[in-house]
């Protein structure tokens, strides 16, 4: 008797991140993402969260172990093509999330730094953001800020006033971050900007149209499309490259699920909506957790 023939296995992809009961944004968003690119998602939930498009109301960190025993049984399983972090909740979190990465450090990593929600509501306090510049910024493959989130994970008590984007890439990646992509959404520029640094300076940059309004999840859209890209084999500039693509087009095709921001349309190729890219009188780049 012959065996079934079995299919190769899509590129998987851990995620470590917060549930968003609205799939705007958080580990929602990154299966969404994940799967609309043809990879298969793996999850570890760091926290969960009480939120909709208007806004967060409560965040509930996962406990550490919990956490560990989640990532580890996965991958005694199955084999990862990339890692993405989102939203960690605790101290604790990014030191399991760390000792966990430390044990994997041939496969790339991409950490998406949210510290607080599209509204302003905040996910990481300065212990955190401490604990992420130590532990996880020297096991980062790709760091993909926004311009505010790059400022304050690159401030120094010396600074006398605000640092460039330019100082604050370079001093993530003396951090230990092998690149960093600094999106300008929050940025007073008529389009959007975004800006790859490596170890000798700007890899590339590239401008988008600024898009009216306002969007829930549209940073972990780009991140987890990266990493995708990165699982499917695709070097950094060329996974960058496709994934603002992919993203942007997400954004232009975004809806209005609920009574707040806009939410990217992850498999808007799947709808039809191509050819008019009409379905939101407004819509922004603006990162939201």
């Not at 940073?219 to 890209?229: D, E, P, R």
């Amino acid at each position: 008797m012959t065996s079934p023939s079995v299919s190769p296995s899509p590129p998987q992809v851990l995620v470590f991140a917060a549930s968003d009961p609205s799939s705007g944004a958080g580990l929602q968003a990154d299966l969404l993402t994940l799967a609309s690119l043809g990879c298969h998602p793996l999850t570890a939930i760091t926290a969960l969260t009480v939120q909709d498009t208007t806004g967060v109301q409560s965040v509930h960190p996962v406990a550490a172990e919990l956490l560990e025993q989640q990532a580890r049984t996965v991958l005694e399983d199955m084999p990862v093509a990339a890692f993405k972090i989102g939203v960690l909740g605790s101290v604790e979190n990014v030191v399991a999330v760390a000792e966990i990465l430390s044990d994997y450090p041939e496969i790339p990593l991409v950490f998406d730094p949210v510290l607080a929600s599209g509204r302003g509501d905040e996910f990481s306090g300065e212990e955190i953001i401490s604990a992420m510049r130590e532990l996880l910024l020297p096991q980062t493959t790709l760091l993909t800020p926004n311009a505010p989130e790059a400022r304050r994970l690159a401030e120094s008590d010396d600074d006398d006033e605000e640092p460039s984007i330019a100082v604050c890439a370079q001093r993530l990646i003396e951090m230990g971050a092998q690149y960093v992509l600094i999106t300008g959404t929050h940025e007073n520029t008529p389009q959007v900007v975004n800006t790859l640094y490596g170890a000798d300076g700007v890899i590339r940059r590239d401008e988008w149209e600024r898009l009216p309004g306002s969007y829930h999840g549209s940073g972990c859209t780009l991140a987890s499309a990266i990493a995708g890209c990165l699982a499917g084999g695709a070097e950094i500039e060329e996974a960058v490259r496709d994934a603002q693509d992919y993203t942007w087009q997400t954004l232009k095709n975004g809806f209005r699920g609920g009574m707040g921001q806009f939410i990217p349309d992850r498999f808007f190729w799947a709808r039809g909506n191509e050819e008019d890219g009409e379905k939101n009188e407004s819509g922004d780049n603006g990162d939201a957790q």
